[in-house]
């Protein structure tokens, strides 16, 4: 019935599963892409969820790349769809020459199929029906026997899948073998009725190497143990309650006293963001290393929190997951759209530290550092995380740890140091990096003592409306700003092959979408150099890029270039020379995206490709 | 400059406590509140606590959230470190310092806009999470830094010294706080040193959350006819159900002078609370019963002041938490980090 050939692609091709929230698919998903890792294929996949429990339709879309491009590719070669709701959505979605895999139980109409795609029919529910009578056990095993007919349609492997599941179900014999029947039921089907493989195929390679799959969340959060965190306080909201979820989890395998079994460690679910953030900065200001996790409306409650910990100058980390507002926006779509309210956060005169990192292994250094940097600096570090990197399986380089390391308590003073008669003035810039010491609470019976105010004060911390006392310790502030420039993570810069007066600057979990689409920037004849910032505030770097090139693309995932701005607000540069490239439909942005945008404004600028210059 | 230095001689022939520090080491700055306000009466009382406790005074932490109350921590104990927070947080600053370092004093003071009104949740969640501390709500039924607007704990049918009638219903923060299970639960009057330094003492010793609502009358615009939150208001409408002393391995201060039987309280940290009674009936272990007493008398237009409620073997957040007992931050990373091999190993989980 196909006009047009089945697309035939071994190793790189895109699966989307439809279904249910609620119906137990996301396991068996899971466990589809980490079989095809098993194959030693990279996968990237994603979770497009609703902010629902049970009902609302998601989808689970697997990137099979043997190529290690871990963006979102955009379009569908294969659709799994096991939701009737959305079924034309679906179908309408793959692909021309894709597959539709589909229950074929219950006949469906010939115009509820398309001519151009390939369709496959597994009667899942009559299968399931007559081998299992406990409706939950139906709806589970349901999702393991189409993951069994895949297995057979993809020409995967099922000893590795029967791998998986006996390392999930360790110890629980009853559900491993059950699991292994129903992967086999579905192959077993699939092999004697349809014809194994299609032209899609998984084949066994050599490219995941020694790397990891894990969500961004949860490198985070390890990363604050390994950081050195002992209180964390949190209200949860998506995508950001597995942060702290995930810390607790590390906590209690890492942190306990093993004689006493007593934690080293002290999570707090607050009653709000506000309390959240105010446990954090007194926490902080007693000496412990704390943080919190949340998303764009929590740092919406806490920006009083925040100024006061920029003038009072108090460390806090602060992690955000960031997802699409504004307002309540889209609580289950990723964006990079909180840089200026961040950046900027809370009334007055006031900048903040931002990390950007772009992969779970970056979230987990990043996130180690920024106690380190909240400590030295005094301040609040933010670490700008999204939905995409944080609640996503991503494959990334392995977590590494230097034992060596001990923690940058920053400009403490001790009870020594205070009876060597050290001048102890809280706000006092010593040693000209605008960085004052500071003492925790109880050091000392007579000296060192000073009162925490967020109202203006001299430098030895004591109360004043002078203009210019207030104003020498503002100037201080900037002084300190300048200093972390040199303290946070560097912009890292990849030139093209050959010279070019063009440039692109990104950030965060653009990353992968970025490196693939210099790619196919490349096959066009586009040569672009390309600066990936990691930290705000900027390092003298960027500005240097900047000036080596006519035209700056600035690409980022929301709507008014929100990096864009804050490069132009702190360089002072002319507008006209950064393109914004923006992508803000709550979804990843992908390669394809880039290439065309950037592509289009080269052709615009009527840049003519060198490739055709040369021919 | 608004701030005054405040000279540090004083007579050498002082008093000192079993630490040997004088009253003048538990002082702090001189106030800058209005002359006679019952706040300051309040800090003298916490000074005479801290002296009378023999605490290290920098042994002490000093929270507060905005407002005249907050103000106060600046007045008090001037070898401590204070933090003057944000409006209405001082309880979740409070409970992070305290989770940083169990081994403080941790002393939170508010006021009743402070608590009442805009910190209302975080006082309420502070005490259900029992966070060891002394909170005190210095408490005049009035916004007094921004000159005279009512605040939550304002009665019904109170007038304002601009003569507007309050319409709206009036929170009992005691009322409040025994319900949500602070296990020291106490209210008195600005103006009554005998009762209050011992239940500030008290306090102190307790371990869990300890909530005293202390009637402060503001005496700039609270302090008129009309107002239930005047001196003589709270003088005529004030019911003690029990006077205390706080025994701390020294004499006791003069049990016997009171009428009524004599309770003694020990608490966890071996300090012993003696109860005078006034109201022959009154248990203060018994929650429900504080609840429903103090209910009765409020009908009755009757502020109840005294130890309404304690609990002597309460436990505190770390107890809830399981920490350790050395503080948080003197951890390091040869405690805090799990090192290299054992991220070897959860990496090898993850493939």
Redo the contacts between chains.
């Keep these: 019935m196909s006009d047009k050939k089945p697309i035939s692609s071994v190793n790189d091709f895109v699966v989307r599963f439809a279904n249910v929230n609620g119906s137990g698919s996301a396991s068996a998903n899971e466990m589809f892409a980490r079989a095809i890792l098993r194959h030693g294929v990279p996968v990237s996949p994603r979770n497009i969820f609703p902010s629902n429990i049970q009902g609302l339709p998601t989808w689970y879309e697997v990137r099979v790349t043997e190529a290690g491009h871990l963006g979102a590719r955009g379009g569908v070669d294969m659709m799994v769809a096991m939701n009737p709701q959305t079924w034309d959505k679906d179908v309408a979605g793959i692909e021309p020459g894709g597959y539709l895999f589909y229950d074929s139980t219950k006949p469906m109409p010939s115009t509820k199929f398309r001519d151009d795609i390939t369709v496959i029919g597994v009667p899942l529910t009559a299968i399931t029906n007559s081998t299992y009578t406990d409706p939950r056990q139906r709806q589970l095993f349901k999702n393991i026997i189409y993951l069994g007919s895949l297995s057979a349609l993809l020409d995967m492997d099922p000893k590795l899948i029967e791998q998986l599941i006996g390392e999930q179900y360790k110890g629980k014999e009853k559900l491993l073998s059950s699991n292994v029947h129903a992967l086999h039921l579905g192959r077993d089907w699939a092999l004697q009725n349809l014809k194994c493989p299609i032209g899609l195929r998984v084949k066994k390679s050599d490219k995941v190497g020694d790397r990891i799959f894990i969500e961004g969340n949860s490198a985070a959060a390890l990363g604050a143990v390994y950081g050195g965190a002992t209180v964390c306080a949190w209200y949860p909201i998506t995508p950001s309650s597995s942060v702290a979820e995930a810390f607790t989890a590390h906590c209690k395998k890492f942190r306990h006293d093993p004689e006493t079994g007593k934690a080293k460690y002290a999570i707090v679910q607050g009653e709000d963001e506000l309390a959240s953030i105010g446990i954090v900065i007194g926490a902080s200001w007693n000496g412990a290393r704390a943080f919190t996790a949340t998303s764009g409306p929590g740092i919406s409650l806490m920006t009083e929190f925040i100024g006061l910990s920029y003038f009072a100058e108090i460390p806090a980390v602060i992690m955000n997951i960031q997802r699409a507002g504004p307002s309540t926006g889209m609580p289950t779509r990723t964006q990079q759209c909180d840089i200026i309210a961040c950046a900027y956060a809370s009334h007055g005169d006031t900048k903040h530290v931002l990390l950007f990192p772009e992969d779970p292994a970056e979230a987990f250094e990043f996130a180690a550092a920024a106690f380190d940097l909240a400590e030295r600096l005094q301040t609040t570090i933010f670490l700008m995380l999204d939905l995409d990197i944080g609640m996503n399986h991503r494959l990334c380089r392995p977590l590494k740890w230097d034992d060596s390391k001990q923690y940058d308590r920053g400009k403490v003073m001790t009870t020594e140091m205070l009876e060597e008669g050290r001048d102890f003035g809280r706000y006092l810039d010593v040693d000209g990096d605008g960085i004052p010491y500071r003492t925790y609470p109880g050091t000392h019976p007579t000296k060192g003592s000073y009162f925490t105010r967020g109202t203006s004060r001299d430098r030895y911390a004591r109360y004043s409306e002078e203009g210019s006392v207030y104003a020498d310790n503002m100037q201080r502030l900037v002084r300190k700003f300048e200093t972390a420039q040199d303290l946070v993570p560097r912009p890292l810069q990849a030139n093209a092959e050959r010279p070019t007066k063009y440039g692109v600057i990104y950030f965060g979990s653009t990353s992968p979408a970025m490196d693939e689409a210099i790619g196919m920037l490349e096959a066009r004849g586009h040569q672009l150099d390309r600066l990936r910032i990691r930290a705000f505030p900027f390092h003298s770097s960027v500005a240097s890029f900047l000036a080596e090139h006519d035209f700056v693309y600035v690409v980022e995932q929301n709507r008014d270039s929100q990096l864009r701005q804050l490069i132009v607000n702190e360089n002072g540069i002319d507008p006209v020379r950064l393109v914004p490239i923006v992508h803000y439909d709550g979804s990843p942005i992908t390669a394809r995206y880039i290439a065309k945008a950037i592509g289009d404004h080269q052709d615009h600028l009527k840049v003519t490709p060198l490739r055709k210059a040369v021919s | 400059?608004?701030?005054i230095a405040k000279p540090k001689f004083h007579h050498p022939g002082l008093k000192k406590n079993e630490l040997g520090y004088t009253h003048r080491d538990y002082e702090g700055k001189i106030s800058t509140l209005c002359a006679g306000c019952g706040h300051d009466s309040i800090t003298a009382s916490i000074i005479e606590a801290c002296y009378e406790l023999s605490i290290?005074?920098?042994?002490v932490?000093k929270?507060s959230g905005i407002g005249c109350s907050s103000k106060t921590?600046?007045y008090f104990l001037?070898?401590?470190?204070?933090?003057?927070?944000?409006h209405g947080?001082m309880?979740?600053?409070?409970?992070?310092?305290?989770?940083?370092?169990r081994?403080?004093i941790y002393l939170g003071v508010s006021g009743d806009g402070d608590s009442a009104s805009i910190g209302f949740?975080?006082f309420?969640?502070s005490i259900r999470?029992g966070v060891n501390m002394t909170y005190i709500v210095e408490n005049n039924g009035v916004y007094g830094l921004t000159k005279g607007q009512f605040s939550a704990t304002a009665d019904r049918g109170s007038k304002s010294k601009k003569g507007v009638t309050n319409t709206d219903n009036a929170i009992d923060l005691v009322a409040i706080a025994l319900q949500l299970g602070a296990t020291f639960v106490a209210r008195s009057f600005s103006g009554d040193k005998a009762q209050l330094v011992p239940l500030i003492a008290a306090a102190i010793g307790h371990k869990g959350a300890s909530f005293i609502d202390v009637i402060s009358p503001c005496i700039a615009f609270n302090n008129h006819a009309g107002s239930t939150k005047s001196f003589d208001y709270v003088r005529e409408h004030n019911d003690a159900v029990n006077r205390l002393d706080v025994l701390v391995g020294r004499d006791p201060i003069a049990v016997d002078y009171a009428p009524g039987t004599v309770q003694v309280v020990e608490q966890h940290d071996g300090s012993k609370i003696a109860l005078r009674k006034i109201d022959a009936d009154y248990d203060p272990h018994d929650r429900l019963g504080a609840q429903t007493f103090l209910a009765r008398h409020a009908a009755k237009g009757q502020i109840v002041t005294g130890l309404l409620y304690v609990d002597p073997d309460a436990e505190d957040?770390?107890s809830h938490?399981?920490?350790?007992?050395t503080p948080?931050?003197?951890?390091?990373?040869d405690?805090?980090?799990?090192?290299?091999a054992?991220?070897?190993k959860?990496?090898a989980s993850?493939?």
Excluded: K, W
């Design positions: 400059m608004t701030y290290e005074p920098h042994r932490a929270i921590p600046d001037g070898n401590s470190h204070g933090f003057n927070s944000v947080r309880p979740s600053v409070l409970t992070g310092a305290n989770l940083a370092n081994d403080l949740g975080q309420a969640h999470r957040l770390h938490l399981n920490t350790v007992e948080l931050n003197t951890l390091e990373a405690t805090l980090c799990p090192g290299s054992a991220l070897d959860f990496n993850l493939r």
